[in-house]
């Protein structure tokens, strides 16, 4: 898939903004609960010098987009992530790195594409970490969102970092996984301390290299996607597309011990499929249960071999049973309506959780998001927070009210853009009520272009920050 000018994922809201501004006593429509009280950030991609022939969403350099909030009032400020590409585009005042669909160039130093940091955040061990899942994760000053530099945990750190680490907030621990299409081994396995020392990384065994973009964890397992979203350089020397989605290989899903290796890990097949986003897993007896966002077929919205269909890249929200005993597979859609960006409340992550949101998705060219949906697993229904007409919005972060006793007790928080009116707004829902009128609107002054993945920073952590 060629995008030519006119390019989509350089129109409208997807189109990055120039400025990096500071604002503050923003106007809010409804009142800011007194109890919420820290900061959203939000990573998505924002280039500085885009080519319209080739550019694709997932190139743009990583720009923060940061609502902080205390008593009641809010600031909002947007800074890039100073990666070494930043540096170097920004220095030289022109493109230099070539994108996921730009030819190679013989000028250019670096193909494939480069760090851009643009994916996620993470903030584990007191320390924000902003993600890309093809190289080392940047360390980020909060509040300010100013870049500290590359981190590799001391020299530790010897594989790619996924954009979707897991914390268990019941041990402190972080997971997380680095993968590679070429080079062995195709994956790497690595968990680190409560206090952010890498304790272990092992490598697991995989057939060929595959875009494995999320993972899952329980109290007790780490569960891996071996996905037949391939990549081979067989094809690539035939002069077809390296990485492409191969229908008649079955999914694998590894399910290992937190602390164990290659040697104890166990797999499970199901039919063919992709999934970019897990919501969560837990056990349930001899079960290991997984809930993600399934689509049947995927061209990573036009990476991968071929052009987007109506049946591609369209995700579903699905559940599997593993059963460690028997061997036993389950798999069953939970809904019908396709929806994206999946979370739960993550201080109930890898755990039996009766509550879990996504994003109502619009089929369409592009990914665009016209809901909350609030699922009740418990009696398995769900409840829609629909944006309205031309307004349009992304990934919902879960924040809990301090000291809350029931799991769905505190508000998701979502940007929004306005297409008719050409605003971007935070949204600030009462996560009991979904689809009850916003508990408030938090204007922002300049345009949010549409992202990737965010976290809360509750105001406490501010001063632990390092």
Known sequence: MVLVAGNLYLEKNFAPVELEITADNLSVIGEIP???????????????????????WFDGHGMLHGVQISNGKAKY???????????????????????FLTPPQPESPNAPPINTANTAV??????????????????????????????????ELQSAFTAHPKVDCATGEMMFFGYSWVNLPHLQYSVVSPQGKLLRTVPIDLP???????????????????????????????GKPPLLFEKDIPSRFGILPRHGD?????????PACYVAHTLNAYEDGDEVVLIACRMPTTTMLGLAGRPQDNHSDISFLYKWRFNLKTGAVIEEPLDDIPSEFPRVNDQQLGHKTRYGYSS?????????????????????????HVLGKGRYGGEGVFVPRPNAIDEDDGWLLTFVYDEVANI??????????????????????????YGFHGTWIDQTNFASSV
């Open 77 to 99: 400020h947007n800074r890039y992530i100073q990666t070494q590409g930043w540096k170097t585009e920004k220095d030289a005042g022109r493109a230099i790195w070539s994108g």
């Open 122 to 155: 993470v903030w584990h061990a007191n320390r924000l970490l902003a993600l890309w899942e093809g190289g080392e994760p940047y360390q980020i000053q909060v509040p300010e969102l100013t870049t500290v530099g590359s981190y590799t945990y001391g020299g």
């Open 34 to 56: 007194p109890e919420l009280n820290g900061m959203l950030i939000r990573n998505g991609p924002n280039p500085l010098f885009p080519s319209p022939a080739w550019y694709h």
């Open 262 to 270: 290659n040697s104890s890990i166990r797999w499970f097949e199901a």
């Open 424 to 449: 971007s707004e935070l949204l600030v829902l009462n996560a009991k009520d979904i689809t009850a009128e916003p508990v408030a609107r938090i204007m922002i002054p300049q345009r949010v272009p």
């Open 360 to 384: 109502r998705m619009i089929p369409n060219s592009v990914p665009l998001f016209d809901g909350v949906i609030k699922y009740d697993f418990a009696n398995g229904s769900s409840q829609t």
């Open 208 to 238: 060929v290299g595959v875009m494995m973009h999320d993972f899952a964890i329980t109290a007790n397992y780490t569960i891996f996607m071996n996905l037949p979203l391939t990549f081979r350089l067989e094809r690539a020397q035939q």
